[in-house]
């Protein structure tokens, strides 16, 4: 080690380290990686020496460093050390770091000591690894369209559960494999049964109000009625001609425009009309 930490000395002001430093740092990152006394100082030179951008750039070094810093507790330093790099090729050893790294976040945050099959596919849905970290590129979990039309009218027109065989013609047809074409029918299968628990609850309210189909929307009032609906009051509407001479007056209201009119008075107790009107 102290033969490479006198190297990244000498080479400190240069614009890029040479070939034999970067491969002594991955060396040493590699055969330390167990050793955490040994490990520790090493990335601290690495990560505090100019020349951390061009050693990141090997899988070795970055691997070792964002262990370290996944460690002391800095995920956070560790996922954006992983963003920055540029191995050549990618690494599924740094995929690996970034999802268990993304697994140990979830879990601090929902409080559990483990994630179900189902949550670590939601995570890693949700935090895919940068493109220049996976050996073949940033694979897309979308098939086709033509791909998704045949599967899907396969379902409708013939079985959502195929058999064996069934699925193996399938996957031929569709360049797929037997498990993608079971895993796409069991989530197909999975999405037909959610559909009523999401109909229900608007089930349950057409049937709590059998006149709400009926009714439909509401009707329009004639004008001059006012409605109170959602605490809003429909003023009465008048015509243009009333608009410009004013609504009628009758002499007994002679009051100000602004004036309150006069309430008439009630009725007495032994003039209330005591039977309905005859229609």
């Known amino acids: 080690m102290q033969s490479f930490l006198t190297l990244l000395k000498e080479h400190e002001d240069t614009c890029a380290?040479?070939?034999?430093?970067?491969?002594?740092?991955g060396r040493l990152c590699r055969d330390f990686q167990d050793d955490l006394a040994q490990v520790q100082p090493l990335v601290?030179?690495?990560?505090?020496?100019?020349?951390?951008?061009?050693?990141?750039?090997?899988?070795?070094?970055?691997l070792a460093c964002a262990r370290v810093l996944d460690q002391q507790e800095q995920q956070q330093a560790a996922c954006r050390l992983l963003e920055g790099c540029q191995v050549p090729g990618g690494s599924q050893e740094l995929v690996q770091l970034w999802n268990d790294i993304h697994y140990r976040?979830?879990?601090?945050?929902?409080?559990?000591?483990?994630?179900?099959?189902?949550?670590?596919?939601?995570?890693?849905k949700r935090n895919p690894p940068p493109p220049s970290l996976c050996p073949e590129g940033l694979k897309?979990?979308?098939?086709?369209?033509?791909?998704?039309?045949?599967?899907?009218?396969?379902?409708?027109?013939?079985?959502?559960?195929?058999s064996k065989a069934e699925r193996e013609n399938l996957a031929l047809e569709t360049s797929l494999t037997p498990e993608q074409v079971y895993n796409w029918f069991a989530n197909y299968r999975r999405?037909?049964?959610?559909?009523?628990?999401?109909?229900?609850?608007?089930?349950?309210?057409?049937?709590?109000?059998?006149?709400?189909?009926?009714?439909?929307p509401d009707l329009l009032q004639p004008s001059g009625?006012?409605?109170v609906d959602s605490g809003f009051v429909d003023r009465p509407q008048w015509s243009d001609e009333r608009e410009e001479k004013g609504p009628p007056q009758s002499p007994q209201t002679t009051q100000g425009p602004w004036e309150p009119l006069a309430l008439a008075p009630d009725f007495p107790a032994d003039e209330t009309v005591s039977k309905p009107l005859d229609v």
């Open 105 to 124: 976040l979830v879990m601090r945050r929902l409080g559990v000591a483990a994630l179900t099959p189902v949550q670590k596919f939601r995570c890693r």
């Open 191 to 216: 999405r037909q049964r959610a559909l009523p628990r999401h109909m229900k609850p608007a089930q349950q309210a057409t049937a709590e109000d059998p006149g709400a189909r009926e009714r439909g």
């Open 225 to 227: 009625n006012p409605r």
């Open 140 to 162: 897309s979990r979308n098939f086709p369209r033509e791909v998704r039309e045949r599967l899907h009218n396969f379902a409708v027109g013939v079985n959502t559960n195929p």
């Open 17 to 25: 380290p040479p070939a034999e430093l970067v491969t002594l740092a």
């Open 44 to 62: 601290k030179a690495i990560l505090d020496s100019q020349l951390r951008l061009h050693l990141l750039d090997n899988a070795d070094v970055a």
